[in-house]
């Protein structure tokens, strides 16, 4: 996923009961067949953890005959996250990784010094429609490893470590979480985990790791009281215990992790501790210097702002 670099503050934003930090309202955004939802980055809070970029997708209903095309684009200094509620994405990178991203698979790729990928409909869905929506993240890399060599996972929903209790189903994409671990390898510390909970039904949010925060999807949930409806980032201060509870069915992402070091700047679709690199990432897309996509021939050009 391609990103523009408003990083408008939002009016909806405020913050409410005591573990809350910050409540923020995602900016609603047309990219072309679908909608998508801005909460990360945003003046008022540019990262939770590792988490610098955060997106929902949809959901949308695509008619027969079309649908999405992200031409290659290239990134650096960051992990992608894509998960699907809904649909099917095609993914191709300069790796000459092929991978068609299903719904509650959880596909990783870390860019590190650079790759480029492009996300398509696959053919049988374009053709038929399709229903699609999920999540689309960004996840900054510690400064010792933002030149790292790219890498690609990708792991099928019945892979991931899954927990159901009457009325609650998490999915642990990343990290630890109800008690699982995901076998995604991560290169800082940082968790991802897709909760769905019946109206009446609670959940812990426990203080296991430094930053964290609640985006929720769909639905309506009560913390401490308060009633949150979707769609909402809630970011939470540290050390604080929570108790998610669904006021009607309700599906949200949990996520954050420990603070990187020192400040991230973010440019289009580069992220790096370093302004100069970006400089030179922009440059090198501009002079064609990144490694092509195998079967593709378009090109996401450098935006001029």
């Known amino acids: 996923m391609s990103w523009r670099p408003d990083l408008d503050p939002e009016p909806g934003d405020r913050k409410s009961c005591e573990a809350l930090a910050l409540v923020i309202v995602p900016r609603a955004r047309d990219v072309g067949n679908f909608e998508v939802r801005r909460a990360l980055p945003q003046a008022r809070r540019r990262m939770v953890g590792p988490f610098i970029f955060l997106d929902q997708m ?6 027969p005959g079309t649908g999405m095309d992200v031409a290659p684009h290239p990134h650096i200094g960051l992990a992608t996250v894509t998960y699907l509620f809904d649909g099917t994405i095609m993914h191709r990178d300069s790796e000459g990784h092929v991978q068609e991203i299903l719904p509650g698979a959880m596909n990783l790729m870390t860019a590190g010094r650079g790759i480029a990928h492009s996300e398509r409909t696959p053919d049988l869905p374009r053709k038929s429609g399709q229903r699609v929506g999920g999540m689309q993240s960004w996840v900054a890399l510690p400064r010792a490893l933002e030149e790292t060599a790219p890498t690609f996972q990708h792991y099928a929903a019945e892979n991931l470590p899954v927990v159901t209790d009457h009325g609650l189903t998490a999915r642990v994409i990343a990290g630890d979480a109800f ?30 790791y430094e930053e964290r925060a609640i985006y929720i999807v769909s639905g ?6 308060e009633t949150f409806e979707a769609p909402q980032l809630l970011v939470f201060r ?11 069915p309700a599906r949200m992402m949990l996520l954050g992790g420990a603070t990187l070091e020192g400040k991230r700047y973010i440019w289009w679709n580069f992220v790096s501790s370093s302004r100069e690199r970006i400089e030179q990432a922009k440059e090198d897309w501009a002079q064609g210097r990144f490694k092509p996509v195998p079967d593709e ?7 001029e702002a």
């Not at 540290?238 to 009607?248: E, F, L, Q, Y």
């Not at 021939?297 to 935006?303: A, M, S, V, Y």
């Open 58 to 63: 949809g959901p949308a209903q695509m008619a």
């Open 179 to 208: 008690g699982k671990r995901s076998p995604v390898t991560t290169l800082s510390d940082w968790f991802y985990v897709d909760l769905i909970l019946d109206a009446g039904k609670s959940a812990p949010l426990d203080p296991d």
């Open 220 to 225: 309506a949930i009560e913390i401490a009281g």
């Open 238 to 248: 540290p050390g604080d215990r929570i108790t998610i509870k669904a006021i009607s």
């Open 297 to 303: 021939t378009e090109l996401t050009p450098l935006p």
